[in-house]
């Protein structure tokens, strides 16, 4: 299964979610897949989108959230799984990219690659719904079952390194504007108040 | 009013509803003043950037957050709050320990005394240091001052203040 397969693949159920996605590969496919702007594109804080999506899902608990995740991303920030499994937010679904490789950097393997269950590791941590699924059948088979009841749930897609090293445009917009277009959209969704009436 | 009861009241003023936490011991007793507060969201975090993620995911949520760490973890996060926080423009108000003072005669905390407020002035993040209770009331007014300037806010917690003076 290819990354790209694998995001389009959760684009296509993913309702009403907003989605955080970690810097890189993840980001720009889920960009190129979705185009989306009620998505938050981490530019920065590599291992922190899915602390970020914890944020947010706790600041909003009838909000359905997702992180789309990568290898790289998870193994710098591993305790965030620990504080996923202690706050146990049931509208959090994180979604893990696992290609094996740090792709933007030209697929330079991962530590400890082929060897890491992450779902295992997850589940070891307390998250009890865990899945880990490696082919396009199997996670479009998966996805009612992640979707479905209270999370939260961290399901592995092992996808493939992508050798062609070809370049996924990221999105385009800078820091400053993809906040604001993020927080109007949330606002404008949820009814809720971001930004104060002098726009800050 | 205890200090550290007078630091979550004026959290509870400046609106705060979620705070995610890793302690030092001088934010520890603040820290068990926020977990028996059912109106506040407390999150312990495993690392200091942790915390600074969850308090910028719950701002998009229109939910006032603090992080509340110690002078040591506060320096961990200075990739974070330079690649997430200044990158995008996102407050975040941190209250930390100000260890390494002159009052805090312990040789581990001596570089944290030194560097960390220039790191802060590198980065052009503002800072306070509370030293004495009757001031703690500026927390409202340091909390829109984060806000205002869209980057992270340290309230720092001065030894005098949270550990009474040194012996």
Request: hydrophobic content about 45%.
């Amino acid at each position: 299964m290819r990354a790209s397969e694998a995001l389009s693949i959760l684009a296509k159920h993913r309702g009403e979610a907003a989605v955080v996605c970690a810097l890189g590969m993840a980001a720009n496919e889920w960009w190129a897949a979705t185009a989306s702007e009620d998505t938050f594109y981490m530019h920065g804080a590599m291992g922190f989108a899915a602390s970020f999506a914890l944020g947010l899902a706790l600041a909003k608990p009838d909000l359905p959230v997702w992180v789309i995740n990568a290898d790289g991303s998870l193994c710098m920030n591993l305790g965030c799984l620990l504080t996923e499994a202690q706050q146990a937010p049931k509208n959090l679904r994180h979604f893990l990219v696992d290609n094996g490789v740090y792709q933007t950097v030209g697929a330079v393997p991962m530590i400890n690659r082929g060897r890491t269950d992450y779902a295992a590791m997850a589940q070891a941590a307390g998250i009890g719904r865990t899945a880990t699924v490696s082919d396009t059948a199997s996670l479009e088979a998966a996805l009612p079952s992640i979707l479905a009841g209270d999370g939260p749930v961290f399901a592995n897609l092992r996808v493939e390194p992508d050798p062609s090293h070809r370049a996924i445009p990221p999105m385009p917009y800078e820091g400053p504007e993809m906040k604001y277009r993020f927080g109007r959209a949330l606002e404008r969704r949820l009814g809720i108040t971001v930004f104060g009436p002098q726009g800050y | 009013m205890d200090v550290n009861d007078a630091i979550h009241d004026q959290l509870r003023k400046a609106g705060v509803t979620l705070a995610a936490t890793l302690p030092d011991d001088w934010v520890a007793p603040l820290i068990g003043r926020i977990d028996k507060d059912p109106e506040i969201r407390h999150v312990p975090v495993a690392r200091e950037a942790e915390a600074i993620a969850i308090c910028s995911g719950a701002f998009f949520g229109g939910v006032r957050a603090a992080a509340v760490m110690g002078a040591t973890g506060l320096l961990t996060c200075t990739g974070e709050l330079a690649t997430l926080n200044l990158r995008h423009q996102i407050p975040v108000f941190i209250v930390a320990s100000r260890r390494g003072s002159i009052d805090d005669h312990r040789i581990y905390q001596e570089v944290q005394g030194r560097r960390t407020l220039a790191v802060l002035d590198a980065y052009d993040f503002p800072y306070h240091v509370v030293e004495r209770a009757e001031d703690l009331d500026c927390i409202p007014d340091a909390y829109e001052t984060c806000r205002l300037q869209k980057r992270p806010f340290v309230l720092f917690l001065a030894r005098k203040l949270v550990k009474g003076r040194a012996p």
